[in-house]
C-alpha cells in the first residue's frame, strides 16, 4: 500500500489565516496545535505564478510559492512537505520557512547523529514547528500524519 502527501503545515491559526488567501484550500487539524492543508491542483493553480518551481528540488512545489511561504512565515514557521512511498520504498523531502526566509532546508535526506536513528526530513520540519516526540513514535505519528495515506484521504477528512 502507498503513501502520498504534498501538504503545508504550521501552527492551527496562522494556516487557517494564511489559507483564506488560497481558493479551495481546506485545513485539517492535526495533533499539537498543528494543521495540514493538502496541495490540491486547486490550491496549486491558485498560489502558482507560473514560474518554474524546481529550484529547491520538491516534486510539486508551486512556481513562486515559497515566496508567499515566506510572506506567511512572518505569523510563525511554515513547513511544506512531500512524500512519496510504496512498499516501503520512498522519498520524502521538507522545507521551514520563518520569520520571512527558509530557515531549515530544503531536506531529503534523514540526518543521524553518531548513536542515534534516524530523523526523516518530515520528522526535521514537525520539530522545528514544535512537534514533540513520543515514547516509540518519531514526530510524523506524534502529529498524526500516519492517519490518512493521500491528500485525497485527507480532504476527505475535512469534510
Wanted: net charge negative; aromatic share 8%; hydrophobic share 45%.
Amino acid at each position: 500500500m502507498g503513501y502520498e502527501l504534498q501538504a503545508v503545515i504550521a501552527g492551527d491559526e496562522v494556516l487557517r489565516v494564511a489559507s483564506r488567501e488560497v481558493p479551495g484550500s481546506q485545513v485539517v487539524l492535526l495533533g499539537q496545535g498543528l494543521s495540514l492543508m493538502p496541495m490540491t491542483d486547486e490550491v496549486f493553480d491558485a498560489v502558482t505564478d507560473g514560474s518554474d518551481g524546481r529550484a529547491l528540488g520538491f516534486w510539486r512545489l508551486p512556481g513562486g510559492f515559497d515566496t508567499l511561504l515566506a510572506q506567511w512565515s512572518a505569523a510563525g514557521p511554515i513547513a511544506y512537505v512531500e512524500a512519496e512511498y510504496f512498499g516501503g520504498v520512498g522519498e520524502q523531502r521538507a522545507a521551514v520557512w520563518a520569520d520571512g526566509a527558509l530557515a531549515l532546508g530544503p531536506l531529503d535526506e534523514p540526518t543521524k547523529k553518531r548513536f542515534s536513528r534516524a530523523v526523516s526530513p518530515i520528522a526535521q520540519a514537525l520539530r522545528r514547528l514544535g512537534a514533540r516526540r513520543s515514547l516509540g513514535t518519531d514526530e510524523f505519528e506524534a502529529v498524526g500524519l500516519s492517519r490518512h495515506r493521500s491528500n485525497e484521504d485527507w480532504i476527505s477528512s475535512a469534510c
